[in-house]
């Protein structure tokens, strides 16, 4: 058997597939070459099906495809993404524009739109299968599918020069952090950061021979750094370099963005949409983007009350004049400790990350009457951790997380599918986690509670599309409008944080005993702290992508800086001097799925904050409960319209008094 008989082979079964060989040298070496003959493949099944009499389509026709190209360059894009070489970004390079052309061709048949619409129209379709088609109806016309072909092949062009373009931004972003790196020659000044951080930023320097601390940019590091730090100067430079990352000499991003802003504004326009930011929102619950910067202004209004408060607090406390933006995490946590008597190394104690894991595994076999099945298999690195998830004695999903920091990653959390569910073939979804978490030298790995949070957010995104009953994946929570995706991995953000449920989570690393009265009280007085900070700095963003997706695209880089500049002095309590360009590593808008879209976390959270209010009226650890959220949130992925869904848990629309107290505002 050929080396590409045996991938093909590895493609087609249906349990767990051979990372370990899929990802070899060997392997990798002939893949272009496997992912032009699949795409070739697959070009012929479609112009087959073109062939077809209109009559003779049906629901099941338009369904037939076969799925190792999306599945092989899945993979390809997840080890990418989680261990970035030459030869992943190459593949994707050279092979991306052929797949973008391919789908353009599918998006732009006009022979195919109609064998949906002939379907819709005559065969007996089930209420899934009718979403189904109608989804794709819908798709087809936002496209305008009755353009002229001179319009047509602009958009194909544009959506296939985008697709190079997020790569690039966002392919610039890793291979710059990678290469970061602060050399700290003060001892004294990071002596109080976590005994974790500084045993990593001290292997790193040792490493290379330097008796002092080397800092990168994982994220754990970074956090740590700008709260423990007592150097205002050295949290200044860490801050300004963070906010600068793909912003100078072979990295820079600035001309891709402006190309991005051009090229989906001129796509929108094609399209007879005002802006990009109308074309955006066309598909999600929010109705304009006048609505969604009504109510983003809104909550900015009360939140930037709230924070003044605060840091009032902070100044009077210390006995400060004023304080710079790259204080505040310093004087909050400082605060924290002096004033309220929370130590928050003390409090990472109670999350060790095996024991977090634990718990939420626990959690869902409780709640969710799912088991996690640990396999012992090598994949491409030893932290990561398979398993199979087990429903009624029945296997319904693998899952693996790849929890740990390292360089070549791309940076933060994230939740993602690399085999779509396929009942009628019995290919069950691969779903998977990544996060960031500092690995810890000694074998025993902390997380902060706000990690510990992650894991859950991530988590519950996998889990949204793990359950999705419905045996179609076009109805996963991967299809689910984008302004509600957040609401189920929002939602259990609160087993970390509600006081029942941390009695039962948070157990001391050393002591093995559960978290006392006293520091959850603790907590729940801190409830609020800094919310105001925290909801306008994710105000900022939001209103940061509407306005680059609304207004007119600025000529050029110059005009590009001093609009975002000016923008964020106008809104943000902080003055930013020249330096700062946070917007180049802005990957939510420029590569991932939130252009236009970034509001989704604060849209979700309210609706999120409603849902949660209920359900601690019905007791968060009641079955009935979780049957009822289950039933009508969980299961249903987008079966049907995400209104709908939020309305058949709630009884209701959306009230955002749940929010308001929250927050304290």
């Not at 009559?55 to 190792?68: A, C, P």
């Not at 006293?518 to 105001?532: M, P, Q």
């Not at 360009?581 to 999120?608: D, N, Q, R, T, V």
């Not at 049957?627 to 058949?648: H, M, S, Y």
Request: glycine share 2%; hydrophobic share 40%.
């Amino acid at each position: 058997m050929s080396l590409k008989e045996k991938i093909i082979k590895e493609l087609e079964k249906r349990w767990f597939p051979d990372l370990k060989f899929l990802f070899s040298e060997e392997v990798l070496k002939i893949i272009p070459d496997l992912l032009v003959e699949l795409l070739k493949k697959e070009e012929d099944e479609f112009e087959k099906l073109l062939e077809e009499k209109i009559e003779n389509i049906t629901f099941k026709k338009l369904r037939e495809t076969d799925e190792k190209l999306d599945y092989l360059f899945a993979l390809i894009w997840h080890l990418d993404s989680v261990n970035k070489s030459d030869i992943t970004e190459k593949i994707i390079e050279d092979f991306e524009p052929k797949l973008v052309e391919f789908w353009n061709k599918q998006a732009y048949s006009e022979k195919l739109y109609k064998m949906h619409v002939y379907v819709r129209d005559n065969e007996e379709l089930d209420q899934e299968q009718k979403r189904i088609i109608d989804k794709a109806i819908k798709s087809f016309e936002r496209n305008w599918i009755a353009l002229e072909k001179e319009k047509q092949d602009q958009l194909k062009k544009i959506n296939k020069d985008l697709a190079k373009l997020s790569n690039d931004f966002s392919n610039n972003i890793v291979k710059d952090e990678a290469d970061y790196e602060l050399v700290i020659t003060d001892k004294e000044s990071v002596k109080d950061l976590p005994k974790d951080v500084l045993d990593w930023a001290r292997k790193l320097a040792e490493e290379k021979d330097i008796d002092w601390y080397i800092f990168t940019a994982d994220p754990t590091g970074y956090i740590a750094l700008m709260e423990y730090c007592t150097d205002s100067n050295i949290r200044k430079k860490f801050s300004e370099d963070w906010n600068k990352f793909a912003s100078k000499w072979k990295f820079d991003n600035r001309e891709i963005i402006l190309e991005i802003l051009r090229l989906k504004d001129k796509k929108a326009k094609i399209l007879w949409f005002k802006n990009f930011a109308e074309l955006s929102i066309d598909p999600k619950m929010a109705e304009s983007p006048e609505q969604v910067l009504d109510l983003i202004w809104w909550i900015s209004d009360k939140a930037r009350k709230k924070w003044l408060s605060d840091l009032e607090e902070i100044k009077n406390y210390y006995n400060l004049d004023s304080i710079e933006a790259h204080d505040v995490a310093f004087y909050s946590r400082k605060l924290k400790e002096d004033k309220y008597d929370l130590d928050e190394k003390e409090l990472k104690k109670y999350f060790e990350y095996e024991k977090v894991l634990e718990y939420l595994f626990n959690h869902v076999q409780s709640f969710y009457w799912i088991d996690l099945k640990e396999l012992d298999i090598k994949t491409y690195n030893d932290e990561v951790r398979i398993f199979e998830v087990v429903k009624d004695w029945k296997l319904i999903s693998y899952y693996f997380i790849d929890p740990f920091y390292r360089k070549e990653k791309r940076s933060w959390a994230w939740a993602n599918n690399l085999r779509a569910k396929d009942l009628d073939k019995w290919f069950l979804p691969v779903v998977l986690n990544v996060c960031n978490f500092l690995k810890s030298e000694n074998g025993k790995n902390l997380i902060s509670m706000r990690d510990a949070e992650t894991l859950f957010h991530e988590f519950w995104h996998a889990l949204h599309e793990i359950l999705s009953e419905s045996k179609y994946s076009e109805l996963s929570w991967f299809h689910v409008e984008w302004d509600f995706v957040e609401l189920p991995s929002q939602i259990n953000e609160n087993w970390v944080n509600s006081e029942e449920s941390l009695k039962k989570l948070a157990v001391h690393s050393e002591t093995w005993k559960n978290i006392s009265d006293e520091l959850i009280e603790k907590l729940e007085n801190l409830k609020t702290f800094n919310s105001g900070i925290q909801t306008l700095r994710q105000n900022e963003f939001a209103l940061m992508d509407m306005m680059l997706y609304s207004d007119n695209v600025p000529k050029n880089v110059s005009e590009l800086d001093k609009k975002i500049l000016d923008f964020v002095n106008d809104n943000w309590l902080f003055k930013r001097d020249e330096s700062y360009k946070m917007y180049c590593s802005f990957g939510h808008i420029f590569w991932w799925g939130y252009a236009a879209g970034y509001y989704s976390y604060m849209w979700a959270e309210l609706l999120e904050a409603d849902v949660f209010e209920r359900i601690m009226q019905m007791w968060m650890f009641d079955s009935k409960t979780w049957k009822k959220f289950v039933n009508t949130i969980l299961w249903q992925g987008t079966r049907k319209p995400a209104n709908e869904l939020f309305r058949d848990f709630m009884w209701r629309d959306l009230d955002n008094s749940a929010f308001m107290k929250r927050k304290g505002l």
